[in-house]
């Protein structure tokens, strides 16, 4: 049922991903799925876990395609850009926007977000060089993930890719530079 809530969500979003179409794609009876799930909402937070899971393959896919770069910053950067361009992604960021609105939904994803949250700066870690400057590491992590984001869903719209390499240049520019001067 979770695959399929899934699979449902990055085929056809988050709006046309109801109960109704969850059974359907998993062949499973209304009853069967409202066990599990009790609501629209618990089903829908219940994805976010497999979505992480899938964007961080993604994350050990891109690192694997560019483990001959030289520039860890350059590398971070452009693994996450790859990451955050591909479906599960999009979909975890349209369950954010979906959430606005509904509380119950919100309430749910703050949960699973926040169980993620370790696992997240885990990875992050692991793909940005070490410095010594932990602080500034840190906000750089922080912030590129909150640019990458941003430039996600103007992805949606916007779909040059000329452009949005680069936006990801100049960050790669822009970060190299916070690191060097932030204490």
């Known amino acids: 049922?979770?695959?399929?809530?899934?699979?449902?969500?990055?085929?056809?979003g988050t709006a046309r991903t109801t109960t109704l179409?969850?059974?359907?794609?998993a062949d499973v009876s209304r009853g069967a799925l409202?066990?599990?799930f009790p609501s629209h909402a618990s089903l829908l937070a219940a994805t976010v876990d497999e979505l992480i899971g899938r964007n961080e393959a993604?994350?050990?896919s891109g690192l694997a395609a560019l483990k001959d770069s030289k520039d860890g910053i350059a590398r971070a950067v452009e693994?996450?850009?790859m990451s955050t361009s591909q479906p599960a992604y999009l979909a975890e960021l349209e369950l954010w926007a979906v959430s606005r609105t509904?509380?119950?939904?919100?309430?749910?994803?703050?949960i699973a977000e926040r169980r993620a949250r370790k696992e997240s700066e885990r990875v992050l870690r692991e793909i940005f060089p070490p410095s010594k400057k932990t602080q500034a590491l840190s906000t750089v992590?922080?912030?590129?993930?909150?640019?990458?984001?941003?430039l996600a869903l103007s992805g949606v719209?916007?779909?040059?890719?000329?452009?949005?390499?680069?936006?990801?240049?100049?960050?790669?520019?822009?970060?190299?530079?916070?690191?060097?001067?932030?204490?």
Not at 1 to 12: E, G, K
């Open 1 to 12: 049922m979770l695959d399929a809530a899934v699979q449902s969500l990055i085929d056809v």
């Open 21 to 25: 179409e969850v059974q359907r794609r």
């Open 34 to 36: 409202l066990h599990h």
């Open 58 to 60: 993604a994350v050990r």
């Open 79 to 81: 693994v996450l850009a």
């Open 102 to 110: 509904d509380p119950e939904l919100r309430n749910s994803l703050r």
């Open 141 to 150: 992590m922080a912030m590129t993930m909150e640019y990458l984001r941003g």
């Open 157 to 183: 719209l916007r779909t040059s890719t000329e452009r949005r390499r680069q936006l990801v240049a100049e960050w790669i520019r822009a970060a190299k530079i916070l690191l060097e001067t932030l204490d």
